[in-house]
C-alpha cells in the first residue's frame, strides 16, 4: 500500500516562501513528484525526483523552487522561494514506479498514486 501525505501549505506574500512536506511510505526507491491545481485550471507537473537522483523542474518555477528527499525520513520536500499569486494551487504529492531516471518533468499520467493535497495561497 503506497501511501503520501502532504503537509506545510498555507499562505504568504509574494516575494515570500514556504516549504512543502510529503511524508510517504513506498517500499522500494520510487520517482516522486509535485504537481499543482489552481482553480479552473489543468493540473500541472512542478518538479521530480527520478528513482536514481536526477532532478527536473517546470519552466515556471525553475530557479525558484526546489525539489528534495530525504529517505532516512522518508519525506519529500519542495521549498518554495520568490513565490507569486500566479503560484496559488492546490498541491499534490505524488509517485511512480514506471519512471526511472528523468531529463524532464514526467507527465501526469506516469503518477499512479497521489496525496490529498495541500493548499498554498500567495498574496499579493
Known amino acids: 500500500q503506497v501511501h503520501l501525505a502532504e503537509s506545510g501549505g498555507g499562505s504568504a506574500q509574494a516575494g515570500g516562501s514556504l516549504r512543502l512536506s510529503c511524508k510517504y511510505a513506498?517500499?522500494?526507491?520510487?520517482?516522486l513528484g509535485w504537481f499543482r491545481q489552481a482553480p479552473g485550471k489543468e493540473r500541472e507537473g512542478v518538479a521530480a525526483?527520478?528513482?536514481?537522483?536526477?532532478?527536473a523542474y517546470a519552466p515556471s518555477v525553475k530557479g525558484r523552487f526546489t525539489i528534495s528527499q530525504d529517505n532516512t525520513e522518508s519525506t519529500l520536500y519542495l521549498e518554495m522561494d520568490s513565490l507569486t499569486p500566479g503560484d496559488t494551487a492546490m498541491y499534490y504529492c505524488?509517485?511512480?514506479?514506471?519512471?526511472?531516471?528523468?531529463?524532464?518533468?514526467?507527465?501526469?499520467?506516469?503518477?499512479?498514486?497521489w496525496g490529498q493535497g495541500t493548499q498554498v495561497t500567495v498574496s499579493s
Open positions: 505524488a509517485a511512480s514506479s514506471r519512471v526511472a531516471s528523468i531529463m524532464s518533468m514526467p507527465a501526469e499520467r506516469w503518477f499512479d498514486y
Open positions: 525526483i527520478g528513482n536514481d537522483g536526477t532532478i
Open positions: 513506498i517500499k522500494y526507491r520510487w520517482c
